[in-house]
């Protein structure tokens, strides 16, 4: 089991502690990633603003990539995309490409200008679908040093991972998070508002609409006891993380809950050391990744 | 984005009486509309489906953010429909969508609603139908540009370029988090750039032939 990984702009950039807990867990779990050589920005949902056909083409540069890295026998056909955007994007495009004849036609004849032969067989995958559905929850709980007994947690999916395609999980109530972290020791607390939107770029655009979604995020997994928000979206980490003390201001709430990458948490109950996982780089402390547990002094 | 004041609360009777409103109300016939608006649109957001939207108001029901948009999705979908392009173009609701795509799954007809956003900013984005320093444009504009040129996005430089663009004393407010993002190691000014440009530029160019440029 090898995959292909697309790291994505944001990752380089303002999710660097999603990249690096990623890339820790993978090796602690033997499984080699091979980054996607030279790829680019999938485009993310500004492309598509302003043309659709050069949108598909430069998330279909990336699929062609991918293809020609997997028959060079490099690594295997699976693309994994950890930001619920490059994720989309890619699939998308991937699925216009085998449904609708116009946009395939366009978007090869354009690849083929720039050297392409595309032919298709890309699979576009995310990093949660692949930990639960091809390494297996069997395996990743067997590896716990550290369960995370005690903690309780709100997996927060947001929208891009989960709709509208439903590749792997359902698209209002997903469950795929809440059975991991399950599996890592912790309690996924029941919110009905795990898979609604954080309002993306509007926190840059549109900050009044923007701030107002996060609050109402942030409220609910503060009443219903969360100790910790979990995302798998580098953009709705930094919207329901960064925006906090301005909503706090705003609004005159006093909300102050940390929220991390789900891999920063498989991570620390895997027993890897905070600094390799980014937890430094968050804003808001996360209390219990510093103080292993008893659990952790038995396994020792 | 402004939030309407309310108004000033009166506290003596001896003030004047506010002056009255006018209110513009204005009948529009079939000739002023574009009628051929709605089949444009829906063939530019995979399929016609679009135009058998039965009005049930699932995807306004759905919508995050309907409730600050001045038309509800079901409008938007309903004014496309019978032709309304000014006020549709120029509307907020397409500006205020997320692509967060919950009414596409819900909606019974299937209509790609997140899809047909699309078309619509497309639409209002080539024939400049939107304030001068409405941000959402201006962010894509410039992020068009900077893809193009580099292959990557550079998120600082993004975020520098749309706040000159549109308002840059946004940039001192937002200057705290900037140095937050950067003293954590989660923002850089170092450019991203690809290996292959040359062939890049070229695909990129060279895609189409664009459907949006067939006249209205």
């Known amino acids: 089991m090898s995959y292909l990984y697309f790291p994505g702009c944001s990752l380089r950039s303002t999710g660097r502690p999603y990249e690096e807990s990623i890339l820790a867990v993978f090796r602690k779990l033997d499984i080699p990633l091979t980054e996607l050589d030279d790829w680019n920005c999938c485009g993310a949902t500004a492309y598509v603003s302003i043309d659709e056909n050069k949108a598909f083409t430069l998330a279909a540069r990336n699929l062609a990539l991918a293809e020609r890295m997997h028959s060079n026998g490099n690594a295997g056909e699976d693309l994994m995309a950890p930001c619920s955007a490059c994720y989309l994007v890619l699939e998308k495009t991937q699925h216009y490409i085998k449904t609708d004849e116009g946009v395939k036609r366009d978007v090869t004849a354009a690849l083929q200008r720039g050297g392409f032969d595309y032919k298709g067989t890309t699979k576009v995958r995310h990093p949660l679908d692949i930990l639960v559905n091809d390494i297996g929850l069997e395996r990743i709980a067997k590896a716990v040093v550290r369960p995370m007994k005690g903690i309780n947690v709100a997996c927060y999916y947001g929208c891009q991972v989960v709709r509208p395609f439903e590749t792997f999980d359902h698209a209002a109530y997903p469950t795929t998070m809440d059975r991991l972290v399950t599996a890592l020791g912790a309690r996924a607390i029941d919110w009905p508002m795990k898979a609604r939107c954080c309002g993306g770029s509007l926190t840059g655009t549109i900050q009044e609409a923007g701030l107002r979604l996060n609050r109402a995020l942030l409220l609910e997994a503060t009443k219903r006891g969360a100790n910790v928000i979990l995302t798998c979206c580098p953009l709705c980490q930094h919207n329901l993380e960064c925006y906090q003390k301005r909503i706090n201001r705003r609004f005159g709430e006093s909300i102050n809950i940390p929220v991390a990458y789900f891999t920063q948490f498989i991570g620390l109950a895997l027993g890897i050391p905070p600094k390799e996982l980014g937890i430094q780089r968050l804003f808001i402390p996360l209390k219990f990744a510093e103080t292993p547990g008893k659990e952790a002094h038995a396994h020792a | ?216």
């Open chain 2, 1 to 216: 984005m402004k939030l309407p004041t309310p108004p000033a609360v009166r506290t003596t009777a001896t003030k004047s009486p506010p002056p009255m409103k006018t209110v513009v109300r204005r009948l529009k016939f079939e000739s002023e509309l574009d009628l051929s608006f709605g089949e444009h649109v829906a063939e530019r957001a995979y399929g016609q489906k679009l135009l058998s939207c039965i009005q049930c108001g699932t995807c306004s029901a759905t919508c995050p953010l309907s409730q600050y948009m001045d038309y509800t999705p079901r409008r938007i979908i309903a004014m496309t429909r019978e032709g309304f392009k000014d006020e549709v173009l120029n509307s907020l609701t397409i500006w205020l969508c997320a692509s967060c795509y919950a009414c596409t799954v819900q909606c019974p007809r299937e209509i790609h609603i997140t899809d047909v956003m699309y078309a619509l900013k497309r639409e209002a984005i080539a024939r400049g139908f939107y304030p001068a320093r409405n941000p959402i444009p201006v962010l894509a504009k410039a992020f068009f540009e900077r893809v193009r040129h580099d292959g990557r996005n550079t998120e600082s430089r993004l975020l520098i370029t749309l706040y000159l663009r549109t308002n840059p004393f946004k940039m001192l407010k937002e200057a705290l988090l900037g140095f937050h993002l950067f003293r954590t190691g989660r923002l850089t000014l170092k450019k991203e750039k690809i290996k292959g440009m040359k062939e890049f530029r070229t695909m990129i160019d060279s895609a189409g032939p664009q459907k949006e440029a067939v006249p209205l």
